[in-house]
């Protein structure tokens, strides 16, 4: 069995659709989810107790694009190495833990809307690392580009700008330099397998997958506005 905190998440749905061993834990009230109050970690204990779990996948995580910096840090630092800490005192045995980062943390510059967003995987990547010589698991960072290809659209930064040049909208972009890489859904699929598979190979280290680019960002603005 596997463990997803944060089921919600549009790539854990995907994963979760194509496997019926997956227990779904999630702050929402959906099908097939265990609604949980994150203020109160004790159905963890009961589901480590009472499953055998091979992985447990931390989807939590959200970029509110500058707007709330008390948000951006409680959802992508707080609250994930809470929940962490929890398990590892909770669980008799050896934890794998896949957690999620961003290619934003590859980035020099950044645009304000990002950076909050950005500090906080940083941090909390940091924090697993030093917490990985000290506490019984093992984790493997895998560092997220743009994620595409998913049957319902969602708000992404890909629809964002096609949907401002089919308005012919300005794009204001603050580091056209800056690069942008792209992954299929189910690609990523096949990495998750792939680092599954190969857990000793990959153990207690941070990944970078290959993608599509990466595109310096004007030259990606070009290749979409000849597709639409």
Do not use: C
């Not at 970029?63 to 909770?90: C, D, Q, R, T």
């Not at 595409?148 to 708000?155: H, I, Q, R, S, V």
């Not at 857990?199 to 004007?218: A, D, H, L, M, Q």
């Amino acid at each position: 069995m596997e463990i997803h905190i944060g089921a919600n998440s549009k790539i854990s749905q995907f994963i979760a659709s194509k496997s019926n061993k997956i227990i779904k834990i999630s702050s929402k009230k959906k099908k097939n989810f265990i609604k949980v109050n994150y203020k109160k970690l004790l159905i963890f204990q009961k589901i480590l107790n009472e499953n055998k779990i091979k992985f447990i996948y931390f989807f939590i995580g959200e970029n509110f694009k500058g707007k709330s910096e008390k948000k951006s840090l409680y959802v992508n630092y707080v609250l994930p190495l809470k929940i962490l800490n929890y398990l590892l005192n909770s669980s008799k045995s050896k934890i794998k833990v896949i957690f999620f980062g961003t290619f934003l943390e590859n980035e020099i510059k950044t645009s304000d809307n990002n950076l909050d967003y950005k500090k906080n995987k940083i941090a909390l990547r940091q924090k697993i690392i030093n917490l990985n010589k000290k506490k019984n698991f093992e984790f493997i960072w895998l560092k997220l580009p743009i994620i595409y290809g998913y049957k319902k659209m969602k708000p992404s930064f890909v629809n964002f700008i096609i949907k401002n040049l089919k308005s012919n909208k300005i794009i204001k972009i603050d580091y056209k330099f800056n690069t942008v890489s792209l992954l299929h859904i189910n690609d990523l699929n096949r990495v998750l397998k792939k680092i599954k598979l190969n857990w000793k190979s990959y153990r207690n280290k941070i990944v970078s997958p290959n993608t599509e680019g990466p595109f310096y960002i004007f030259e990606f603005l070009e290749e979409i506005k000849k597709k639409y």
